[in-house]
């Protein structure tokens, strides 16, 4: 959308010239109603790309463009000046990733998040311990390669704790801070893909429950050989490039509830970040994490 002012020699003609001071307030008068008459079209149309759009990112562009020209008055009348136009997104796009302080549609509705993932893309999880940096490669596990993908670009896990740490064993995380969040995407499973690496040092997989079919955001990053894990269908997806930043991450609470003293998974999915920071203040966190250019 873009709104345009075009000003022309606008002479006052006739047969006769009046008064010249009235002339110059004529032409002022003239001027002023153009000036409303194109504010009042940018207002309208602000409004229509608002009732059209996915969101109200074509109003704003428009109310920048209202709100850049000024008036500027002077001895012979009224003279406006319209900075450059911006052109809009076109009606009805989308952005695909969200941008900060924004959240995007796909945290509150799965369907929103459904893109097929590249072949190979790296995930790099900017934590509190340091950046963690996961390649990806679809032929691992193709449904789990997806859906990593499409949370990472909708901004699922920033602010993420790594809520149960063990040593020797696994890192894991995926539970939103928002409970809000939490109960949307719980039932928001993939289907199981065929296994076809191991879940050795530097591999990272969905965590799943004993059902079929159960994997959603959690996954962890494999501390040791834990190819046991194979025969489970736990499916890796990726590998860490580097450990030492997971490596770090605080272990000090150990198991979760109700076996350790470490968090409740129950409580994290209902009450976030909320409860997690009141309650454990030592966790590591994913700041923010994104897909590499």
């Known amino acids: 959308m873009r709104a345009e002012a075009f000003w022309v020699n606008d002479e006052v003609r006739g047969s006769s010239r009046k008064d010249p001071k009235q002339e110059c307030m004529l032409r002022a008068m003239k001027r002023l109603s153009l000036l409303i008459l194109v504010s009042s079209a940018v207002a309208f149309s602000a409004c229509r790309a608002r009732d059209d759009a996915p969101d109200d990112r074509a109003y704003r562009e428009a109310r920048r463009e209202a709100i850049g020209m000024r008036q500027e008055a002077t001895g012979m009348g009224v003279v406006v000046k319209a900075e450059p136009a911006r052109v809009a997104p076109a009606e009805g796009a989308r952005r695909q990733v969200a941008e900060p302080g924004e959240r995007h549609p796909g945290l509150t509705n799965p369907a929103a998040a459904a893109e097929t993932a590249p072949a190979t893309f790296a995930i790099e999880l900017n934590t509190t311990k340091g950046n963690i940096v996961i390649d990806v490669t679809r032929a691992w596990s193709p449904n789990g390669a997806d859906r990593i993908y499409n949370l990472v670009k909708i901004g699922f896990y ?110 994290v999915t209902r009450e976030g970040n909320t409860y997690l920071r009141a309650n454990f203040p030592e966790l590591d966190y994913i700041r923010s994490a994104r897909i590499l250019p």
């Open 158 to 267: 920033n602010d993420v704790a790594f809520f149960r740490v063990l040593e020797g064993f696994m890192a894991q995380v995926g539970l939103n801070g928002d409970p809000a969040v939490n109960r949307v995407w719980r039932a928001a499973n993939i289907q199981d893909d065929e296994r076809t690496q191991s879940n050795t040092r530097g591999m990272v997989s969905f965590a799943m429950t004993n059902q079929r079919n159960s994997r959603s955001t959690q996954f962890f990053i494999n501390y040791g050989d834990n190819s046991n894990l194979d025969g489970m269908r736990f499916t890796p997806f990726g590998r860490v490039r580097d450990m030492t930043a997971a490596d770090a991450l605080y272990n000090g609470y150990g198991e979760g509830a109700p076996r350790g003293r470490g968090p409740d998974q129950s409580r």
